[in-house]
């Protein structure tokens, strides 16, 4: 199998709430600008570029016929991945398959969401409005919410039963989503690409209050403007166009388990807790990396966490630590930039959340820790070997994992 | 490439305006066709790479309730959101990569009965422009490309009858197509009303409810799982401004670029002569010539040519679009890997009426975009080579 | 680098007009299980395969991806897997009444589904807990024939 590097990453300017200084195309095109800057090449050194995100929540279909000129797409080959909140990720293995399959050298990959120009719940609920129609025309009561089939507050409803079943089963307390909160919040004030950028302590966060016990409004991400760009090289590109200070991608994984919220018409039958399908994304991702003990190998650890309890389950989920366990290493400190296995060091996507970018920007996060060119305070402070990032999404069944190193696999 | 990939089976659904079942029974029962017609399970099937599209689909992230109807609870899962052959594309490159041995390849849409796919190309328009502009729709769109062809080559109407008339022939005996008619002329496509001068009627593509399943292997596996694998020799795509005042309508730029590189991966040299059957992603007959001129399959302005001398006919010199083509069905996300299965047909001999005499290399195109902005085009071949 | 918002900007607005959609839905399962509660009776599918039995019915087990048909009644009893308090709504404005809101696995069947949990105090709510459906006086055929649950 080939050898991928990602070799530079690239970021609008600001993650911000509303950019109305820019269209959707042009943000791309400050990405890509970035990316082109931070590595010293040009689109003509491009074999192909692979775009994602989330099209309702813009309300332009196919948006990549309209950005692919402003990235200097024109006249070359394009792929389209679109997966919900793992777009981010599964655009940036779209990628790695590029060079991987031996057909391509280098390849971009650029993300985006412009959530300003459009409504995120509005989107959101758009992934189940056949359904609950549906269910309203058979007698469920949307505005009670009594009885049976009900829901609650949207996307933070139903991650609502997730939390309190992780806690449930894990042991953990309410104020440990409190504590991660705070601590990504406070990583995200040393990130100039964050959006909520605050120092933020455990007593700010319980001050906020409660949407769906146990989440409260501080457990919750914001809707970001923003895109992300990245280029991927195979291990020939990556001797000829760098100084060899690169990320190597030498695991990927995804999985898909079923709708586990709002399945409405077919039944659900799986807990959004027991996220088996990231067991099996991991299980995938680190047989290829030749990961025996994920608990010991990783130096860092992006993951997908909408809302704060999720780092905590994700980290159990993907083998960081035992089941259980990740709210007694939370109160050791070993999440902190400076612990023993710092997750979260950006903030998270609970901090900013461009949900195109949000799963693209976990491995460019790690990327950018291991080839030591963080710009900002939240430089994870040792040198960084293998770095583990993960993305989430659907209605709450995709997960998607990659591992990535300074080093790059052998050569089998 | 070290791997070689094959096409082991396809299925696609009999296409109407109201395929009249919901999606998911739609993808369940294609699925399992494709099951049962190569004896696996859905466990056999390593990677998962469905194609639709939230505008049709109504429906932010299309694929969460595709994934289960289609076999792949807690597997390998991706979606491509364009036309289904860059799902096949992306298929491909998974398995080259030697991460994979198999992949499903799933594309399908309700154009005919959910939503209209003239509202799915209006939500493409730029936002910030033509869409407030409101002055651009697709068949206008279509119009301006057509016009722009005749004008260029000083054609009148006829060659666009001539074209329809053909494809509804070919309709009429493709078992799958939506429109048909057996007798069909010019002169019966010319009696149909106009949309968009020149467009009439039957000269644009019918709104159609369809899936396809497409079902990808590695060389050694596909020898295994059926007999008469139909090899990917080669593919590519590219792209061009979405500006239309920007574009020379008459010719398609994009579609001569991943041409000249799937004719490079496949080792040919003389395409008009090589290949020996294509199907074209024409949304509307003037497409038809414009892409095949850039895909070097007839001289460039020479559509009225074509039709006189019938060299696009199944039994002509360049047999076009078999099938019947987009004049007979469009499946919106799913029409270029349906263009893959009839390729496939082709090349093991089970087109029927329509089969082109000794078949070996095959040409399928996709597009996306208004008039064709965006061309992949794949190579098939009937032999290892 | 200097981030500076452009002095030209014009906002347009688009709305997605996703009332055009003509919707398909399966609604067999939908159908089996309403028209039960006229009874009060809550009915499922069960796969013949490995036995999980689904509410409301799908047409296919996705676990062995093959067609059921079998009809099952199931409990009206059940146990409670998580649950939310809604404290708000889906902008963030408080509620009048806090709300427990459960995802509930009935007695006999491997689906959950959310309902309302009604007197009792949110805090004593846990993981685990019994619960009971309390059906309205002249059930009609539709979710809200469960007015609510109650514990045990
Ligand atoms: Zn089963």
């Known amino acids: 199998m080939r050898n991928v590097a990602i070799i530079g990453v690239g970021y609008t300017p600001v993650f911000v709430s509303k950019r109305i200084d820019v269209s959707i195309a042009e943000m791309a095109n400050e990405a890509a600008n970035a990316v082109f800057r931070n590595t010293g090449l040009t689109i003509d050194q491009i074999d192909a570029v692979v775009q994602g995100n989330m099209q309702p929540f813009e309300c332009v279909n196919l948006p990549y016929l309209w950005a692919s000129e402003h990235i200097g797409a024109v006249g070359k080959p394009v792929m389209r991945i679109a997966t919900g909140g793992t777009t981010g990720m599964t655009t940036l293995m779209c990628a790695y398959y590029h060079v991987a399959s031996g057909l391509y050298d280098v390849v971009l990959a650029v993300t985006w969401e412009k959530h300003s120009d459009g409504d995120a719940q509005v989107g959101l609920a758009g992934i189940v409005t056949p359904e609950i129609f549906t269910m309203v025309m058979h007698g469920l009561d949307l505005i009670t919410g009594r009885g049976m089939g009900g829901t609650s507050g949207g996307s933070t409803g139903a991650a609502a039963y997730q939390a309190l079943s992780y806690l449930h089963h894990s042991g953990a307390d309410p104020e440990h989503i409190d504590k991660m909160a705070a601590l990504e919040r406070s990583n995200a004030a040393l990130n100039p690409y964050a959006h909520l950028r605050k120092k933020t302590t455990v007593e700010d966060i319980q001050a906020t209050p409660f949407i769906s016990w146990p989440l409260r409004y501080g457990h919750t991400c914001p809707t970001t403007d923003g895109a992300t760009a990245c280029i991927v090289a195979s291990e020939e590109k990556v001797k000829e166009l760098t100084d060899g200070n690169v990320a190597w991608i030498i695991g990927v994984g995804s999985c898909t388990s079923d709708p586990c919220t709002a399945n409405f018409i077919e039944g659900q039958i799986t807990d959004p807790a027991e996220q088996e399908s990231c067991r099996i994304a991991a299980k995938k991702a680190y047989e290829m990396a030749g990961i025996e003990d994920p608990s010991k190998e990783f130096d860092m650890a992006e993951l997908y966490d909408g809302f704060a309890h999720q780092s905590l389950m994700y980290a159990e989920k993907l083998g960081l630590c035992k089941e259980g366990e990740a709210h007694k290493l939370l109160d050791k400190g070993a999440f902190n930039i400076d612990g023993e296995l710092p997750i979260n060091a950006s903030g998270g996507v609970f901090s900013t959340n461009a949900i195109g970018t949000s799963a693209m920007n976990r491995p460019c996060e790690c990327a950018l820790q291991i080839m030591g060119k963080i710009e900002g305070e939240h430089k994870i402070p040792k040198k960084i070997k293998k770095a583990l990032a993960h993305g989430w999404g659907g209605l709450f069944q995709y997960n998607s994992v990659m591992v990535l190193s300074d080093t790059p696999k052998k050569s089998s | ?385 | ?152």
């Open chain 3, 1 to 152: 680098m200097a981030f500076q918002m452009g002095e030209e900007t014009r906002t347009f607005p688009i709305t997605w007009d996703v009332s055009a959609n003509k919707y398909k839905i399966e609604s067999r399962g939908l159908r089996i299980l309403t028209e039960g509660m006229k009874d009060k009776k809550i009915r499922g599918i069960r796969c013949h395969e490995c036995d999980t039995v689904y509410i409301p019915g799908p047409f296919y087990c996705r676990k062995c991806h093959i067609e059921i048909d079998e009809v099952v009644e199931v409990k009206d009893t059940g146990t409670v897997m998580s649950f939310a308090v809604d404290m708000a709504d889906i902008r963030g404005n408080p509620l009048p009444e806090k709300r427990i809101s459960a995802m509930i696995k009935l007695d006999d069947c491997d689906a959950w589904f959310i309902g309302t949990v009604e007197n009792m105090d949110w805090k004593d709510a846990k993981v685990g807990m019994r619960v009971k459906s309390i059906w309205v006086d002249e059930p009609q055929g539709k979710f809200s024939d469960i007015d609510h649950f109650e514990p045990i």
């Open chain 2, 1 to 385: 490439m070290e791997r070689k990939v094959a096409i082991v089976s396809h299925v696609q659904t009999k296409h109407s305006s109201d395929i009249g079942m919901p999606r998911e029974r739609m993808l369940f029962n294609l699925v399992k066709e494709l099951h049962n017609k190569v004896g696996i399970t859905r466990h056999d099937v390593d990677s998962y790479v469905l194609c639709s599209n939230d505008f049709e689909a109504g429906r932010t992230i299309s694929t969460v309730f595709e994934d289960t109807p289609v076999g792949a609870y807690m597997k390998d899962e991706t979606k491509v959101e364009m036309d289904g052959i860059m799902a096949l594309i992306y298929a491909t490159m998974r398995i080259l990569s030697g991460q994979f041995d198999t992949a499903l390849v799933v594309a399908n849409s309700l154009g005919g009965s959910q939503f209209r796919p003239f509202l799915i190309m209006e939500y493409q328009l730029d936002p910030t422009f033509d869409r407030q502009v409101g002055l651009i729709n697709e068949l206008n769109a279509g119009a301006f490309q057509a016009r722009s062809y005749m004008d260029k080559y000083g054609l009148d109407e006829w060659f666009l009858d001539a074209i329809s008339a053909r494809l509804l022939r070919n309709g009429a005996i493709n078992p799958y197509a939506l429109r048909s008619k057996d007798d069909a002329t010019p002169e019966y496509v010319a009696s149909s009303e106009y949309y968009y001068e020149p467009l009439r009627k039957l000269h644009c593509y019918p709104f159609s409810d369809g899936a396809c399943a497409v079902l990808l292997a590695c060389g050694e596996k596909a020898k295994e799982l059926c007999e008469k694998p139909v090899w990917i020799k080669g593919f590519s795509n590219s792209l061009e401004t979405c500006r239309l005042g920007e574009r020379e309508l008459y010719t398609s730029p994009s579609t001569k670029q991943a041409a000249e590189k799937a004719y490079k991966a496949a080792g040919i040299s003389d395409p008009a002569n090589e290949i020996d059957v294509a199907e074209i992603s024409a949304k509307f007959a003037h497409q038809e010539p414009i892409i095949c001129e850039s895909l070097g399959l007839f001289p460039e302005g020479s559509a009225e040519d074509v039709a006189k001398n019938d060299l696009a006919e199944i039994t002509g010199k360049m047999p076009i679009s078999p099938s019947g083509g987009g004049i007979c069905t469009y499946v919106f996300s799913a029409a270029g890997l349906i263009n893959v299965a009839q390729c496939c047909q082709q090349l093991t001999g089970e087109a029927g009426d329509a089969q082109v005499p000794n078949a070996k290399i095959a040409l399928a195109h996709g597009q996306d975009g208004f008039c064709a902005q965006h061309n992949s085009v794949v190579i098939l071949s009937s032999e290892e080579g």
